[in-house]
């Protein structure tokens, strides 16, 4: 008797936001013209998945208007499903952008308060309804960061995909400007970060949320390796665990990634930008081309390959959405950087 494995179908939780990003590269006190882009951490995960061939589910609140519109549609052009999100409040959150470049740091600015998101509610989402034809659950850590509120709610969700044996992926993302109602992260995300079967991280966020440092001074592989090792003691159920790192060269970024997969260490060769069109989003990039190469049962090393490749060519796109293909990534893994014109 024939059995067939249900089709991959990621869900993703988090808030849709409008980015504004000052134009021509000036500063917020300079600008007279600003660009809109769609984004926000998980569904730039969804848009890159569904770009890639694997189902999607955004699900959000979000108000009834043509801003919330205006997003939902930008969404619905790369094939992400949205109509497992849920409606009410007032406004949609938006975050303001500044590039920077090689001589100051970029600048955000969120305006996220009282957002449609930030008020959602427990019991406001029927997860067991939305998560029925789902394979796959994924958070980050921004969600709880945004309000009290809306990490009861991912808590929701992630509860119910625990309960459904789900896998479960996570990325710590913490942000330093959210986390304004009270409550430490180390309150919170231990609890949230439990239930993780995949996670992406960076060291700094793990030991703010579990206090738990390696020394500087030793290689990254082995900071990475040993912080698995204690992070297994905090996320009991963990058997993934990516990284990706980011170094300065000069003018020039070096960017690799490294992972921990079913007991063995993946790691890639450093990759050189030369030029960052916008960083925003790569991290992002990175989150879904790992769930790409684990959703299709790749080699550890290709799932690593695939992760860092998408992160670095979101570097070089504008926006918060990695806009590429599977031809364009598999170009990029077998020849590297290119400034040949394709023709």
Avoid at 24 to 38: E, M, S
Avoid at 136 to 147: L, R, T, Y
Wanted: proline share 2%; aromatic share 10%; glycine share 8%.
């Amino acid at each position: 008797m024939k059995t067939t494995t249900p089709q991959t179908r990621i869900a993703t939780f988090g808030e849709l936001l409008l980015r504004m990003s000052v134009a021509d590269g000036n500063r917020f006190t300079q600008a007279n013209d600003i660009k809109i882009h769609v984004g926000g951490a998980e569904a730039n995960v969804c848009v890159l998945l569904s770009q890639l061939g694997i189902q999607t589910d955004y699900i959000t609140r979000l108000p009834q208007n043509d801003l919330a519109q205006l997003a939902v549609n930008e969404l619905q052009k790369h094939k992400v499903n949205t109509s497992k999100c849920v409606y009410g409040g007032e406004r949609l959150g938006l975050y303001f952008v500044e590039s920077g470049n090689q001589i100051r740091q970029s600048q955000v600015i969120y305006d996220r308060s009282n957002s449609s998101f930030a008020t959602i509610q427990k019991n406001q989402i029927d997860w067991n309804e939305v998560l029925k034809d789902v394979t796959h659950f994924h958070w980050s850590g921004i969600s709880p960061g945004v309000s009290y509120e809306a990490g009861l709610v991912c808590k929701e969700g992630i509860l119910a995909a625990h309960e459904k044996g789900l896998p479960i992926s996570s990325d710590f993302n913490y942000r330093s400007k959210l986390w304004q109602y009270g409550k430490k992260p180390s309150e919170i995300m231990p609890d949230l970060l439990q239930y993780s079967t995949i996670t992406v991280a960076d060291l700094d966020a793990i030991e703010i949320y579990f206090g738990i440092k390696t020394d500087k001074k030793e290689s990254d592989e082995d900071r990475f390796q040993k912080t698995f090792e204690l992070l297994k003691k905090e996320m009991p159920f963990l058997k993934t665990l990516a990284m990706s790192f980011r170094k300065s060269d000069g003018p020039a970024h070096l960017y690799k990634g490294l992972l921990l997969h079913e007991g063995n260490f993946y790691e890639t060769k450093e990759h050189k930008i030369h030029v960052v069109t916008d960083q925003i989003g790569s991290g992002d990039a990175f989150n879904a081309g790992l769930l790409y190469g684990l959703s299709k049962k790749l080699s550890g090393q290709e799932c690593i390959e695939w992760a860092t490749a998408c992160g670095v060519i979101k570097q070089s796109i504008h926006g918060d959405f990695a806009i590429t293909s599977l031809a364009e990534i598999s170009h990029f893994m077998e020849n590297g950087s290119s400034n040949r014109i394709n023709r």
